[in-house]
């Protein structure tokens, strides 16, 4: 087997590399209008010098172990193979041996396990990143087109990778926040989903915590949300109840439970949303403005000129806590229109407004703290973007995974993380809060924080081809 050491990849650039990439300077300078092909000229030609000392890197890595005296007391040889990897800059090739341990007979590919590789991994963790990142915002075409510079992936490997995701668990230690007024949005994006042949529809969730709502900058009428935090999926049946532990468990790891004055719920009246209540203490459940004055609107439509003194009425009424009066007013209203329809709409708006009432009530209400709930554009953004707003259609798995991909890339997630988090264990969700607020506010005062230490380092430099053979003498195990 040749092996190729990083003298060799540079000797071999000088000689051919720079060659190439003189014939592509000259052939510019024959036609200076062609800035493109220039560009890709000298793209191709450096990346192929990249990955060739990729190659030849690993190349040198499996070598170290066949020579290592250390190895040779536990494992023999058995074979050499060629392994060839995708990685965000193109494919690469390199030969990795297969040893078999003396005592125990196990044969296993010694320089996989130590790049912590699985032997049928074809895809890199950079190139899985790439993937991620694409999927999460295109298609899983798109995604494979952009898994590498000079390969691609196809659209059925992308979906596998997104399909077996998991995703690691929020967790938080440093200081609580501590703020009068939290905030909690929800609503829901629906879907097509794809089943046994036939299109049928489902409903991803989203949940988003925030702090407020601020100027993107000093004098901009355009605004933000302070510091939020998204949960998506699909979270159905059961797992309804998974989500607000999850939500309960990032704001009691994130603020101050003691100091929060009041946690508004923000939503449109979903049965879902409702039970948010009964997890999250302080919270007090707000009607959405949008979903409010569009059933205002819905409802005085057929009155024309008199549909602005109607809306207002019904309006004093709610604020005022009169749902009897409302009750009368709204079925007065519907007696004296001139279709059933018109009726219809009268009487459902009546019942959706007698249904959240005490919503309603503190939407008007104008209470100190509250602020106006923008679910609607962002559900658009989070999940609508992707999910819904072309034709498509998702399994189960793939709008789950797809649904929280989103959530944690808005969150600031790095795909990279997420790709090197696949190989842990899948951590198993409590669906029970353990201890009350009380008793963990009591532990996290009791508990001991380091302050960080200092430490003194030696600095020097040594060759690449030095570090790496001492690395790898160090890591295998006698």
């Keep these: 087997m040749e092996v190729f050491s990083l003298h060799t990849s540079i000797q071999r650039f000088v000689a051919f590399g720079t060659y190439n990439l003189q014939k592509a300077i000259e052939k510019f300078i024959s036609h200076p209008e062609d800035i493109a092909s220039f560009v890709n000229d000298v793209q191709q030609e450096v990346l192929k010098f990249g990955l060739d000392i990729i190659s030849e890197t690993l190349e040198d890595c499996n070598q170290f172990l066949v020579e290592s005296e250390a190895r040779k007391q536990k494992w023999h040889v058995v074979r050499t193979d060629l392994k060839q990897l995708l990685t965000s800059m193109g494919p690469i090739i390199f030969h990795k041996t297969l040893f078999k341990h003396k005592a125990t007979g196990k044969s296993e590919y010694l320089l996989d396990k130590y790049l912590k590789i699985e032997s049928h991994e074809r895809i890199s963790e950079d190139a899985k990143a790439c993937i991620l990142k694409e999927a999460s915002q295109t298609s899983y075409r798109k995604a494979g087109e952009n898994a590498s510079i000079l390969d691609m992936v196809s659209k059925q490997a992308v979906m596998d990778i997104v399909h077996e995701l998991h995703f690691p668990k929020e967790k938080y230690s440093g200081e609580k926040k501590v703020v009068k007024y939290l905030y909690v949005d929800a609503d829901e994006d629906h879907i097509a989903l794809q089943k046994a042949?036939?299109?049928?529809?489902?409903?991803?969730?989203?949940?988003?915590?925030?702090?407020?709502?601020?100027?993107e900058y000093p004098g901009s009428k355009r605004r933000r949300l302070v510091n939020p935090h998204y949960f998506c999926g699909l979270y159905s049946g059961k797992e309804n109840k998974r989500l607000w532990v999850q939500v309960y468990r990032y704001i009691e790891q994130h603020y101050d439970l003691?100091?929060?004055?009041?946690?508004?719920?923000?939503a449109d009246g979903?049965?879902?949303?409702?039970?948010?209540?009964?997890?999250?203490?302080?919270?007090?459940?707000?009607?959405?403005?949008?979903?409010?004055?569009?059933?205002?609107?819905?409802?005085?439509?057929?009155?024309?000129?008199?549909a602005g003194d109607a809306r207002s009425r019904i309006c004093s009424l709610i604020a005022a806590g009169k749902p009897k009066e409302l009750q009368k007013l709204v079925k007065k209203i519907a007696e004296g229109t001139d279709t059933k329809a018109d009726e219809k709409r009268l009487l459902d708006g009546l019942d959706y407004l007698l249904n959240n009432f005490k919503?309603?009530?503190?939407?008007?209400?104008?209470?100190?703290?509250?602020?106006?709930?923008?679910?609607?554009?962002?559900?658009?953004?989070?999940?609508s973007a992707r999910m819904s707003s072309r034709p498509m259609a998702w399994s189960l798995v793939g709008a789950d995974a797809m649904a929280r991909l989103r959530a944690y890339s808005l969150n600031g997630g790095k795909m990279i993380d997420l790709v090197r988090f696949q190989k842990k264990p899948i951590e198993i969700e409590e669906d029970e809060i353990c201890f009350t607020p009380q008793q963990m506010i009591a532990f996290e005062n009791k508990a001991r924080?380091?302050?960080?230490k200092?430490?003194?380092?030696?600095q020097c430099?040594?060759?690449?081809?030095?570090?790496?053979?001492m690395w790898f003498q160090h890591q295998v195990r006698l």
């Design 461 to 469: 430099g040594v060759s690449s081809q030095t570090i790496k053979k």
């Design 197 to 215: 042949g036939e299109l049928h529809s489902t409903i991803t969730k989203m949940v988003y915590v925030y702090e407020g709502i601020e100027s």
């Design 258 to 266: 003691d100091k929060i004055k009041r946690i508004y719920i923000n």
């Design 454 to 458: 200092y430490f003194d380092g030696i």
């Design 270 to 306: 979903g049965m879902w949303i409702k039970t948010a209540l009964s997890h999250l203490d302080k919270s007090k459940y707000v009607l959405d403005g949008f979903h409010l004055n569009q059933t205002l609107f819905r409802m005085t439509a057929c009155l024309k000129g008199a």
């Design 359 to 383: 919503a309603a009530q503190a939407r008007l209400s104008r209470a100190k703290g509250l602020v106006a709930c923008s679910a609607e554009g962002h559900v658009s953004h989070v999940l």
């Design 449 to 452: 924080r380091p302050y960080g």
